[in-house]
């Protein structure tokens, strides 16, 4: 019987950029602290878990310490915003993606999610616009505004993964056709790290970044594959730098990577966490 | 190419994991491909199994054998999906980077290659975050993909980093009247290749090929297609292939002889295939075949 093929939108899900990320740890006043001086603020906390919304601007921040969880800060989950969070749902696991237990949810919130790389997860969020997943289960909290402004207009502009060497074929192959992602042309970077292989959401609001270990790198074994920092955009990347060193954010100041016009990294908080600074025309 | 480069398959010895283990170890390998049997039916449970293959110091080539996968639809399709994510955790588990997925013999399954593509581009996708690559293997009493050359058709459209093919000499020999011995595949597509002989020249029907498949099997060098074996081994290696070979030797006689033994025949087979390719691949022999 033959029928008719259709191609695809180019943008299956209506992916509509980033709703929020989450981190998980078991230091969440610690990693709370860091993230004020990265000029977030908290803005409501769960209602029955240990979870805590942070805000900047249009960047949401979960961080989730309920449960047993790391002490170093991990990133737990991508929420990704789309167009129909259960249609989204269900084409992912028609084309092979794993699905998450509920209980395992985050903030028992019912968003649908995937796993993603290494123990993280991807969840889909069609809420977003006049009504909000944080309107039922958090609750404000009094001294903060709902909407803390962004400093030097600090917005998402992508997030890295870290993945085993010859493994970007396989990552490229699984954002493609699970989000439809596209890869941009090799030789195409933003920031002060350019190495690995760039992958646009099919949104163009923010991208993915795939980083193999250097082919000589030290003991190439056994790293484990994980989402490893949040790349966040500005206009004036000098600008952000001089903003959040007022506020005792110490940057790497030498090599390839020391602050410049395209981009700047932070020194590594608390074990783990760094952020990306990268000049951005989003 | 070299010892390092061979493997035996549990599924040739008799007896529990750990003794299979110690043998293949004790006769010089380095590797193994191992069976989801030996890891279900350990009698201390799967941990165990693990725990013995991890402490083995044998590297896995593989891990067998999903069946059935492709071309199924509504709860068929559902149950294999079920079966397939459960292999890949043990794969994962046992530390394997190849899982062995076979060409569907189901008279459920539909032959509309859209459909097989769709179904192995799911389960390469459910593969990808384990760091699982899947060779898709066609068996010669296949329903619909029964040649090396069908299942590499569907590998090579479906494009996915993680879907390969494996190819088993068994096969390719058994089959041999529709499809010949070459097997034109990209090397770097070949995920496994899986070595054995057997003992009468011809199988004529799927019957044929499916009983001797499962039960008089030799390791290469002791069948009557060593020219064959010799042939399909030195193909893949000037095409480029450096992955792994295994010997895929189903036989009952092997099953009940001591596991030493067994081990010391598999341990010739390789040196028989390695006389054979590296005599043709010296440099000067190959100046000398195109002169």
């Known amino acids: 019987m033959a029928t008719e093929v259709v191609p695809e939108p180019l943008n299956p899900l209506g992916v ?49 310490s309920h449960g047993v969880m790391p002490a170093s800060p ?75 402004p962004a400093l030097a207009g ?37 920031g002060v790290l350019p190495n690995g292989t760039l992958l646009e959401s099919p949104c163009h609001k ?27 955009g500005t206009r004036d990347v000098p600008a952000a730098v001089r903003a959040l060193a007022e506020r005792g954010i110490v940057f790497v100041d030498r090599g390839a990577v020391q602050p410049s016009d395209k981009g700047a990294l932070t020194q590594v908080y608390l074990g783990s966490v760094t952020f990306e600074l990268v000049v951005s025309h989003l | 190419m070299n010892i390092d480069d061979f493997g035996m398959d549990t599924i040739t010895l008799a007896g529990p994991l750990e003794a299979k ?55 068929l399709h559902a149950y294999k999906v079920d079966v397939a994510k459960a292999m890949l955790v043990m794969c994962r588990a046992l530390g394997s980077t ?15 290659p859209e459909l097989l593509i769709r179904d192995l581009r799911k389960l390469a996708l459910l593969a990808v975050p384990f760091g699982i690559r899947i060779a898709y293997e066609a068996l010669s009493w296949g329903r619909h993909v029964n040649l090396p050359v069908q299942a590499w058709d569907i590998v090579r459209t479906a494009d996915r980093a993680n879907l390969g093919v494996c190819i088993d000499s068994y096969h390719v020999l058994a089959h041999r009247a529709a499809g010949g011995v070459g097997v034109d595949v990209d090397p770097r597509k ?11 020249q011809e199988t004529r029907s799927p019957e044929d090929r499916m009983e001797t498949a499962r039960h008089y099997r030799v390791f290469p060098g002791e069948g009557v297609h060593s020219a064959e074996v010799g042939t399909l081994v030195r193909a893949l290696d000037d095409q480029g292939y450096r992955g792994d070979y295994s010997f895929e030797v189903f036989n009952d006689d092997y099953k009940q002889l001591p596991l030493p033994m067994v081990a010391a025949r598999a341990r010739r087979s ?8 590296s005599r043709r691949s010296l440099p000067a022999l190959r100046r000398a075949r195109s002169a």
């Open chain 2, 98 to 112: 190849v899982l062995l997925a076979c060409s569907s013999t189901s008279a459920h399954a539909t032959g509309e």
């Open chain 1, 206 to 232: 923010f991208y993915l970044q795939l980083i193999e270990p250097p082919p000589s790198g030290p003991g190439d074994g056994r790293r484990d594959e994980s989402l490893v920092r949040v790349g966040l």
């Open chain 1, 74 to 148: 991990a990133l737990a989950a991508i929420a990704l915003r789309v167009r129909d969070a259960g249609a989204a749902y269900h084409r992912s696991l028609d084309l092979g993606a794993w699905e998450i237990e509920t209980h395992a949810a985050a903030m028992e919130l019912n968003i649908p999610g995937i796993h993603g790389v290494g123990e993280s997860l991807v969840y889909f969020v069609d809420r977003y616009r006049d009504f909000s997943i944080y309107d039922v289960d958090f609750v404000p909290l009094a001294a903060t505004a709902a909407k803390p």
């Open chain 1, 154 to 190: 600090l917005h998402w502009f992508g997030v890295v993964q870290a993945i085993l060497a010859g493994r970007t074929r396989d990552w490229v192959d699984f954002y493609e056709s699970l989000f439809g992602f596209s890869v941009l042309p090799q030789g195409t970077h933003f």
């Open chain 1, 16 to 64: 509509d950029g980033i709703e929020f990320i989450e981190y998980a740890t078991s230091q969440p006043q610690a990693f709370g602290a860091l993230l004020q001086q990265m000029g977030f603020a908290a803005v409501a906390r769960h209602r029955s878990r240990e979870v805590v919304l942070y805000r900047q601007g249009a960047m949401n921040v979960i961080v989730n």
């Open chain 2, 21 to 75: 283990l110690r043998a293949i170890r004790g006769a010089g390998f380095t590797q193994v491909m191992l069976n989801a049997g030996d890891i279900v039916g350990h009698p201390d449970g799967e941990d165990a199994a693990v725990r013995a293959v991890r402490e083995s110091g044998l590297r896995v080539t593989g891990f067998q054998v999903l069946r059935d996968f492709e071309g199924l639809s509504g709860h």
């Open chain 2, 270 to 277: 390789v040196k028989w295939i390695t006389g054979l390719v």
């Open chain 2, 190 to 200: 070949v995920f496994l290749v899986q070595l054995s002989d057997f003992l009468w």
